[in-house]
């Protein structure tokens, strides 16, 4: 199986600030890694796909990069609504897999 | 839009089978450019996917639960349905069916999550 890590798994911040998350595979997945963003008690929801893509809907403050192994979600200008929990996963080879996540809190 | 649903017993006795179904709505699971999932959620392992089914019946599922599970479809009632044999406490999390777009592989509708408990 292919293991994806996260780092941080705990990141405090203010509103308007900008985050960066990381998410490392542990072998080469070319682009096929997205991105969840899931709240408490609330259904995952998806943020970016192929890496960069952002999904219909989901705010431009979001974005997305990386290839083969290493890749990042930044958020820019963090809103009171982004304070969630965060995870990768890649979509290269079966089984899918996520990161093990990112929790983003208020500072 | 679409919209998935799951439904099912919440508690399972262990030993016995976990059974869920996911109703399809606003959209339908024969659609090719789709192909439907299970997916799980515990505390002790995050989130864990299951298995996937295309409408044509080709399945895949995680080599980790490939031995207990079964996914299965009705076209006619635009449902596709989980089997989780021999349960222990370990199957206990929140299932999640999903839909997975096959022009990239991440899950863009989520049905609403079912709590399955095992537990005599």
């Known amino acids: 199986d292919i293991q994806m890590t996260q780092s941080p798994s705990y990141v405090s911040a203010s509103v308007g600030d900008t985050v960066t998350i990381t998410c490392q595979a542990s072998?080469?997945?070319?682009?096929?890694l997205a991105w969840y963003q899931q709240k408490p008690g609330k259904v995952p929801k998806l943020l970016i796909y192929?890496?960069?893509n952002l999904q219909t809907g989901v705010p431009s403050r979001f974005s997305g990069s990386g290839s083969g192994t290493a890749f990042s979600l930044t958020i820019r200008n963090l809103q009171p609504e982004d304070f969630a929990t965060y995870y990768c996963?890649?979509?290269?080879?079966?089984?899918?897999?996520f990161g093990p996540g990112t929790k983003v809190e208020i500072k | 839009q679409v919209q998935l649903q799951e439904s099912g017993p919440g508690l399972v006795k262990p030993s016995q089978t976990l059974s869920l179904t996911c109703t399809v709505s606003?959209?339908?699971?024969?659609?090719?450019?789709?192909?439907w999932n299970w997916i799980r959620q515990s505390a002790g392992k995050g989130l864990e996917w299951i298995g996937r089914?295309?409408?044509?019946?080709?399945?895949n599922y995680n080599p980790s639960l490939k031995s207990r599970v079964a996914i299965s479809i009705d076209t006619s009632k635009n449902q596709f349905s989980l089997n989780v044999n021999s349960v222990t406490a370990a199957d206990t999390a929140v299932y999640y069916c999903?839909?997975?777009?096959?022009?990239?592989?991440?899950?863009?509708?989520w049905g609403q999550g079912t709590m399955v408990t095992v537990s005599s």
């Open positions: 192929i890496a960069s």
């Open positions: 072998e080469d997945i070319s682009s096929w």
């Open positions: 996963q890649q979509g290269i080879s079966f089984p899918f897999t």
């Open positions: 606003g959209g339908s699971i024969s659609d090719n450019k789709y192909y």
């Open positions: 999903a839909r997975v777009p096959s022009a990239y592989d991440a899950f863009d509708i």
């Open positions: 089914m295309y409408a044509s019946g080709t399945t």
